[in-house]
């Protein structure tokens, strides 16, 4: 069950508000399975329970929200329950005997709802990413439709620029949450780049699209998926949340036995017993990093040096294929 709230910034900026509502982390925690997740001042609420226990869960919310509103008005801010959102998160057969449809939150009652967007990316109930897929797919086609009159306009450079900064910006943005997504919604953002690509080049419909991004030198959209590996490189150098690192873990440093692969930057792989859980970041991420040549995962190279070579040896491994 997830709870996210908005509470305004105002003139003092994401950091000093951080400072100033750190704790805010106590008074939810405070509340047994609560915890707050909280960037700037998007915060959320979250618990995980059987369904059997959703009743329980929704007056342990209630009382988590209200304590923190308490909080916050002693602190001079506001928690707006206008703007708040709940949402049930579970496999499908979960979430359909969840019978709570609505969760008081301090005077107002707050219904379920079906999605919501978390810092850009549209989570729905199954985290099937379908919700999401759509939003990037109307916003995309939406930008598409807009440039067409324009980019006759413009240099074919130009054009590029603009395609990339309004249409391949939003392919890009959380690529990394679609990573083993459905084949279907894969192809669905493929053909969103297929439009882009031609559009800046004035390619035909009947004309094989491979050649043109061999031209333009933009990855497909499930090579781009796999950047993710930026991800466990920042985790690896210290350059990521602690929550991020300790997903990531070297065989070196887990103290394993001495092997062959402790040599080669190898990270830990995990295992799940679920195929809900199949696509979290502490599976996905270390097994992604593994199957990067050993030159990528040495330690010694620096974040854009790792940027720029692997985006190198997707795209010659795309035209080999």
């Known amino acids: 069950m997830r709870r996210p709230a908005r509470l305004g910034v105002g003139p003092m900026g994401p950091l000093l508000f951080n400072m100033y509502t750190s704790d805010i982390s106590k008074v939810v925690e405070s509340h047994g399975l609560c915890r707050l997740h909280q960037y700037a001042d998007d915060c959320q609420v979250y618990l995980s329970v059987p369904v059997t226990e959703a009743a329980t869960a929704v007056d342990q919310l209630s009382q988590c929200v209200a304590n923190v509103s308490a909080w916050l008005s002693s602190s001079r801010l506001r928690l707006s329950p ?7 998160l579970g496999r499908k057969h979960q979430v359909t005997k969840v019978s709570v449809d609505c969760v008081p939150i301090l005077s107002t009652t707050v219904p379920t709802v079906e999605s919501v967007r978390d810092l850009g990316l549209v989570l729905d109930s199954q985290l099937t990413t379908c919700a999401h897929v759509n939003s990037v797919c109307r916003s995309a086609y939406y930008q598409l439709r807009q440039l067409r009159p324009v980019v006759c306009s413009l ?49 035909q419909r009947r004309n094989h699209i491979s050649p043109v991004l061999r031209q333009l030198q933009w990855l497909p959209v499930r090579q781009r998926v796999i950047t993710l590996a930026v991800l466990v490189f920042k985790a690896l150098q210290c350059l990521a949340p602690r929550y991020r690192a300790d997903d990531c873990q ?7 036995r001495h092997l062959s692969s402790s040599q080669s930057a190898t990270c830990v792989l995990q295992r799940t017993n679920t195929r809900f859980s199949d696509r979290v970041f502490r599976l996905v991420g270390p097994s992604v990093w593994n199957s990067l040549p050993a030159d990528l995962r040495h330690p010694d190279i620096s974040l854009g040096q790792f940027h720029r070579a692997l985006k190198t040896f997707l795209f010659n491994r795309f035209c080999s294929a």
């Open 250 to 256: 070297l065989v070196t440093d887990a103290g394993r």
């Open 155 to 203: 240099s074919a450079d130009a054009a590029r620029t603009v395609v990339q900064a309004f249409v391949s910006s939003r392919l890009d943005y959380c690529n990394s949450a679609m990573y083993g997504a459905a084949d279907g919604l894969i192809r669905r953002l493929q053909a969103v780049q297929n439009a882009a690509e031609r559009l800046v080049t004035g390619t």
């Open 82 to 88: 206008l703007q708040t959102l709940v949402i049930w």
